[in-house]
């Protein structure tokens, strides 16, 4: 069966429909202190309110490129995204693919006012451009002096000690403080690929692509990054190498850092995690994590 989400075409673009994500994230925890999700962290940063963590939108995606690409998608799909503004819980979502050529398209989220979420592409197979190519390869230049990030190098890696698997009803640490189980009662679009008893036609259940962020990230790497101080998504891309990514496996992850910069309010560093199956040794995938750390939110931080 897979999705059962009502996709509708609006000219060249499979659209779908509004769904209003859940805030998964007020209980995050990381160095010992609160995160950008926490609504009175994000007031004191200026926020309008605690985001929804970008990830979330992915689940968006995924019926529309399983729609135009079917199952292969889960397999050697890629979906790359820089984020626009932020979602606030109660607030709604819609999500759209528009095909630029048989393995590539551009995607987008907005609000139902409007107000852009996110772009970027989706695609298939390992040959095209991504949105994230381009943006990285545009920070690669000297970042100026830096104060939070200015520990790191790029080459930088760290491996997770053991490998990790996502169980049903593992708790995923003070990251991500729920278990997958707890995502699918929530999660905006159901799939029965994603569920014990489905029908995912790989045999066993799948993990969803936002889900795939959390498993490389649940066990945060140790770089040294000053602090206390507090972080946010820019971009963030997860490409299917050799997937599915498939619930209760175990996965080797090493992280790398293949990037530092900064702009006017944040100092930001660019990560690639990669998850090898610990029983194969196929590279199921790889996330690249952009993420920025507010200048405002580190103590002391020069004007």
Known sequence: MGFDTAITSDGDRLVGPLRAPAQMLAEQEYAGHTSVHDDATAA?????????????????????????????????????????????????????????????????????????????????GHDDPTELDGRRERGLGDPGRLHIVDQLEIGMSERVPEAVAMG??????????????????????????YLADGDSPWGRPIVPTEMVSVLAHRSNAHFPVRGPAIGLFIDLEVRYVDGPVFVDRPYRIEHTVVGVGQSKRVESYWTESTLTDDETGAHA???????????????????
Not at 169 to 193: C, M, V
């Open 44 to 124: 004191g940063l200026g926020l309008d309110g605690a985001p929804i963590e970008g990830p979330t939108h992915f689940s968006q995606i995924d019926p529309l490129a399983v729609q135009h690409w079917g199952r292969v998608w889960f397999e050697n799909g890629c979906v790359s995204s820089h984020f626009l503004n932020m979602v606030v819980e109660g607030e709604q979502v819609r999500a759209a693919l528009e095909p630029a050529t048989p393995t590539l398209g551009r995607i987008g989220a907005e609000k139902a006012d409007g107000t852009p979420v996110l772009v970027g592409t989706a695609s298939i």
């Open 285 to 303: 995938a790889t996330v690249l994590l952009h993420q920025g750390v507010f200048k405002a939110s580190y103590a002391g931080y020069p004007s």
């Open 168 to 193: 049903f009803d593992d708790h995923n640490g003070n990251l991500y403080p729920f278990t997958l189980a707890q995502k699918l009662d929530t999660i905006t679009e159901r799939s029965s690929w």
